[in-house]
């Protein structure tokens, strides 16, 4: 079992790639089309959507708790994807969002500008001016996503396992590439650990969904690190009472052998709705 993250410049040919490794590998491919029908199962509507899938969130956006509902829903549907099978993932943040899974595999498409500006003129049926436009209100949106969501630089190479410049790039042979080098670096070992891995991943995010959703606990900003069975819940409560409610969820849950706190108690603490 192995995750493929593809991040992209626009016009850098990151889609086309992914899509021909999907043909050649058979691994399941997670576009923006495949996430929208997942994250609308889970109540998430096109306006909200629309307000953070790849882009920074405006000031007022970023303070609301619809920011929070995007990114748990993001990374519930991403990883209970990535435990049915091998898998990948276009854009979303998949590099930040799978970085502790052993098996993964995370790429990076770049293209000089002015074969970006080409292509994107061709692709809108514009002229330069647009094009650049386009390309540069893109480039703004996801380094801001990256930053805000994730605290990471998306145009550090550093990210990801192979950055590619996609200049000269055979989509075919591209993704060959790509595959022969996942073949190269994830051993039997690896996909082990990385199953492990991505049950515990899907655990925490189980945990917060019950305590947040289900039962409307009131913790802000709540995450739930899972090793093994063993959680630990961090966030900002109002009330003791609160943080008994959520340990109490939290062990009620199936997989969950043992839960404790790190839940910060801040009297009167509120998020905007």
Known sequence: MAIITI???LAALGEEVARELSRLTGYKLIDREYLEKRLTDYGLGAEKREKYDEKKPGFWASLSQERDDYLHFLKAALFEEAIGGDCIVIGRGGAAVFKSVPSLVAVKFVSPLALRIERVM????????HALQIVEESDHNRIGFHKY???IDWAD???YDL?????KANTAQTAKLIDAYRNSVIDPAKEETGKRRLAELLLGQRVVTE????KKVPVHFLEAAADGGRVILHGVANTQAA????LAAA???PGVTEAESAIQVVQEFTVMP
């Not at 061709?122 to 001016?129: G, L, N, V």
């Not at 950055?163 to 200049?167: D, M």
């Not at 305590?211 to 289900?214: E, R, S």
């Not at 943080?243 to 959520?246: E, F, K, L």
């Open 7 to 9: 991040a992209r410049e």
């Open 122 to 129: 061709k692709s809108y049926s514009c002229d330069e001016k």
């Open 149 to 151: 969501f994730f605290s």
């Open 157 to 159: 190479p550093c990210s």
């Open 163 to 167: 950055t590619i410049n996609s200049t």
């Open 211 to 214: 305590i947040v959703y289900a």
């Open 243 to 246: 943080i008994d409610a959520a």
């Open 251 to 253: 062990r009620a849950l």
